[in-house]
């Protein structure tokens, strides 16, 4: 638990803020976050980096809220985006486009020619059919687009199957002497600058060994290609810090960096800028979810709290059997085992399972920690259920930052048609 939240006065708060306020005011469920822990989090990324010229760019689709996205761009953050969507919110929430970096492997003509209007800082391509494309756009509009090749350096992260990508058979990036060839063509290509090399390895890394090697990995290419001529003048070593959901034993930033600053510090000295991708280490732990227990029930012998907020408000339980800790917000210290279910009608549809969890009775206030990152932003209307309000705390004050959805955005631009 992020130290903005903790029990003072008898509940839990956040910042100075009781939880049970904003449950009071905003309804349930709603997720909280902490304007503190977010700038906390940035902060400890940046002074990792010190003494390195360097960018700590901010993973977009781990919380994408408007408010979110100013507060980080606010704190001199970058942004690292992978939809047209994405750079629609960023470029709302203040962005400098100079300091956007554009991933994802399937990059549509649209979002290729938004990116090259805005004239973002980089494209992490993904595959030469993708940098093909990209140069017929850039022509077309008679525009250069800067272009960082991702690597695949061919490495596993030991984290979640559905969150790593830095394998061999993954189908993210580009393997590296592919790259090599790749970048002995780039004079074909008129309207593409080749400036930065790119990698990410995956998600909720623990384990620096894997990461560490992926850097070197691809730090060799850098070199590489610098010595065949190119100015590369940025190499992203991309996100994927773990944060503590349970117990386990996660590097500091300061480690994270360390474990590679040589290699950094070399490249650093030959005129390259370092630039990183954070989502889950800055957004996860500044978050929450807080929900009410709408019934208690007991099932084939198990313990069942029924909560208000189900998979639809909170999916990486049901999709990666994630564990978020719950607490009491009235901190009531009394514990039973039982399984913290929501009522969406799916056997999937936990937010914890068979834990031991807060014996709360009907009514009572509970928050699922660490929810700031792929909380609402993997949220959906599944089962025609609104997505909860998002509300950020700073200090003593608090504001509704999404509006709980009403019942006529679930069937927004939904149409009958005349032959019904
Ligand atoms: C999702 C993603 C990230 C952020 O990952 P986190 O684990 O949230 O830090 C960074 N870079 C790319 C290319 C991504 O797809």
């Not at 507060?71 to 969507?85: E, M, Q, T």
Request: aromatic share 8%; net charge negative.
């Amino acid at each position: 638990m992020d130290d903005s939240y903790y029990y003072g006065e008898g509940e839990l708060r956040c910042e100075s803020v009781a939880l049970s306020e904003i449950a009071e005011s905003a309804g349930t469920p709603t997720y909280v976050y902490s304007y503190g822990a977010l700038e906390k989090a940035y902060r400890e990324l940046d002074e990792a980096f010190a003494g390195l010229d360097h960018l700590v760019c901010y993973a977009v689709k781990a919380n994408s809220n408007l408010a979110v996205l100013r507060a980080l761009a606010s704190f001199g953050a970058g942004a690292d985006i992978v939809s047209g969507g994405e750079l629609y919110r960023v470029m709302r929430a203040g962005f400098d486009p100079k300091k956007v970096v554009f991933a994802g492997v399937g990059k549509t003509e649209e979002e290729m020619i938004s990116g090259l209007g805005e004239r973002i800082l980089l494209f992490n391509v993904e595959s030469v059919s993708e940098l093909e494309h990209l140069e017929r756009y850039a022509a077309r509009h008679g525009k250069t687009a800067r272009v960082s090749l991702r690597i695949n350096p061919d490495v596993t992260p030991e984290t979640h199957a559905h969150i790593s990508t830095g394998q061999g058979t993954s189908k993210f990036g580009i393997p590296v002497d592919e790259a090599l060839a790749l970048a002995g063509r780039m004079g074909e290509y008129r309207f593409l600058d080749l400036i930065g090399i790119h990698q990410h390895i995956g998600s909720q890394i623990t384990k620096l060994e894997p990461y560490a090697e992926s850097v070197e990995k691809s730090a060799g290419l850098v070199e590489e290609l610098k010595r065949r001529g190119f100015d590369i003048k940025y190499f992203n070593i991309g996100g994927g810090l773990g944060i503590r959901y349970k117990d386990e034993e996660v590097p500091t930033p300061k480690e994270f960096v360390d474990a590679v600053r040589p290699t950094l510090e070399a490249l650093g000295t030959s005129g390259t800028k370092i630039l990183c991708e954070m989502g889950r280490y800055i957004a996860g732990n500044a978050g929450v979810l807080l929900t009410r227990v709408l019934y208690r029930k007991n099932s084939g012998g198990k313990s069942f709290l029924i909560a208000d907020a189900g998979m639809n408000d909170l999916l990486r339980p049901s999709l990666y059997d994630a564990y978020h800790e719950v607490r009491s917000v009235n901190n009531g210290a009394a514990t039973a085992a039982a399984g913290l279910v929501g009522p969406v009608c799916e056997t999937g549809d936990y937010l914890a399972r068979d834990r031991t969890l807060p014996d709360a009775a009907e009514g009572d206030l509970l928050a699922l920690m660490s929810a700031g990152a792929y909380g609402f932003s993997m949220a959906s209307n599944y089962n025609s259920r609104p997505r909860p309000a998002e509300v950020l705390v700073k200090g003593d004050r608090w504001s509704v930052i999404r509006e709980r959805e009403h019942l006529a955005d679930l069937v927004k631009g939904e149409l009958i048609p005349a032959f019904l």
